[in-house]
């Protein structure tokens, strides 16, 4: 009797440790379909304005969670994910929100090379956010500003006019007369010359209003050599332009930026 119960627990025993290793090679294969998806996905230049898209796997069926800006998108999305090796089902979370409206610039240097992009969308609450991509910058703190024109003559780029300032005011969120809607603040690059950041500024829109991003003449985006102290008008001690944007209104196409993930 006792040889049988040590038999049967020792059965039992080895029983929970298979189990326990197919679950967690399960685990490992489920990470794996999540990595693999989440890669097509990116790698998919129709879905190139997929940003916040996430991806879980349990027992190989793969959930996409997130907001896409179409139907299209929506069903491409799931036909990619369905296209990677090992996934049993796709459960097609995706929510589809209005088309955002969006903007666009990209960022020369003063040399005139290309310097990375900001994709610019209306807030639902009001205001712009920025989502800023750059690259080859000289590391640290730099002030970034609206300009009031649109045109980003090199090197100097003085051809962009003052700060964007359709209330009259003084520069800097720390002045007390302040502050510039076009005020944005700093960004910092990294030591590898990139930086991958969000801004969201709050008297900003794309809408057609005296507050406008797009308006006759436009508007750029200039990043400045140092950084902006955030009081001291009308530019905050930021020193020379040494990258700068025109803003242009784009609509969501699947050539947009392509955002990283
Ligand atoms: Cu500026």
Known sequence: ??????????????????????????????ATITAAVKTKLARDVRLATLTNLDVTTENGNVSLNGTVESEEVKRLSEETARGVSGVARVINNLQVAPKADTAKAHFIDSAGHAVGTALITEQSGG????????????????????HEKGDCTKPDFKSAGK??????????????????????????????GTVDVELTAPQLTLKATDHSLIRPGGTAIIIHAGRDDQKSDPSGNSGNP????????????????????
């Open 242 to 261: 040494i990258a700068c944007g025109v803003i242009e209104k784009a609509a969501f196409t699947y050539s947009a930026i392509h955002t990283t993930r």
């Open 163 to 192: 700060h964007f300032n359709p209330e009259g005011k003084q520069h800097g969120a720390e002045n007390p007369k302040g502050f510039h809607a076009g005020d944005l603040g700093n960004i910092e690059v990294g030591s590898d």
């Open 127 to 146: 205001g712009v956010r920025f989502h800023l991509t750059l690259d080859k910058l000289p590391s640290g703190f730099h002030g970034i500003h609206v």
């Open 1 to 30: 009797m006792r040889t049988l119960i040590t038999v049967l627990g020792l059965g039992f025993l080895m029983f929970s440790v298979g189990c326990e290793s197919q679950s967690a090679s399960r685990q490992v294969k489920d």
